[in-house]
C-alpha cells in the first residue's frame, strides 16, 4: 500500500469538510403530529410584527437553504433537517412563526432563536 504525502493531516481536511457541510443550513422540516417527537414547538401568529421568524413555504427543497426561514416541508420525517410541532398556545411555543406570501419578505425578526433551525 502506498501512502500518498500530504502536507495536510487527513483529520484536518476532514474537519474542513465537516464544517463546511456544517456551514449550510438547508431548511426541510417535517411536521410531527406528537410534540415528543418533534425538535421545537411553534406557534403560527397572526403578524408578522408579533414573529420570531417570517417564513417562506419554498416549492423545492433546493430552494430551501441558508437559515433565514425559507421551508421545504417533507412527506418523511426522515428526509427533514427539522421536525417541528405545531402547538395550540403561544406560551407553550419555541418559536413564533409567521407565514408571507414572497420568499423576499421571509427573515429572522428575532434573532435569539436562530439556534433551533442550526
Same mark, same amino acid.
Given at each position: 500500500? $502506498?501512502?500518498?504525502?500530504?502536507?495536510?493531516?487527513?483529520? @484536518? #481536511?476532514?474537519?474542513?469538510? +465537516?464544517?463546511?457541510?456544517?456551514?449550510?443550513?438547508?431548511? =426541510?422540516?417535517?411536521?410531527?403530529?406528537?410534540?415528543?417527537?418533534?425538535?421545537? $414547538?411553534?406557534?403560527? @401568529?397572526?403578524?408578522?410584527?408579533?414573529?420570531? #421568524?417570517?417564513?417562506? =413555504?419554498?416549492?423545492? $427543497?433546493?430552494?430551501?437553504?441558508?437559515n433565514?426561514? +425559507?421551508?421545504?416541508?417533507?412527506?418523511? =420525517?426522515?428526509?427533514?433537517? $427539522?421536525?417541528?410541532?405545531?402547538?395550540?398556545?403561544?406560551?407553550?411555543?419555541? +418559536?413564533?412563526?409567521y407565514?408571507?406570501?414572497?420568499?423576499?419578505?421571509?427573515?429572522w425578526? =428575532?434573532?435569539?432563536?436562530?439556534?433551533?433551525?442550526?
Amino acid at each position: 500500500m $502506498k501512502i500518498i504525502n500530504c502536507p495536510v493531516p487527513y483529520w @484536518v #481536511l476532514l474537519c474542513g469538510l +465537516l464544517f463546511f457541510s456544517e456551514s449550510v443550513f438547508p431548511q =426541510k422540516i417535517y411536521s410531527c403530529e406528537s410534540k415528543y417527537e418533534a425538535d421545537f $414547538k411553534i406557534f403560527v @401568529v397572526e403578524s408578522k410584527y408579533e414573529a420570531d #421568524l417570517c417564513v417562506y =413555504k419554498v416549492e423545492s $427543497k433546493y430552494e430551501a437553504d441558508d437559515n433565514r426561514g +425559507l421551508w421545504y416541508f417533507v412527506e418523511s =420525517k426522515y428526509e427533514a433537517d $427539522k421536525k417541528i410541532y405545531f402547538t395550540d398556545s403561544k406560551y407553550d411555543a419555541d +418559536l413564533l412563526i409567521y407565514f408571507v406570501d414572497s420568499k423576499y419578505e421571509a427573515e429572522w425578526r =428575532k434573532r435569539q432563536q436562530m439556534h433551533l433551525l442550526y
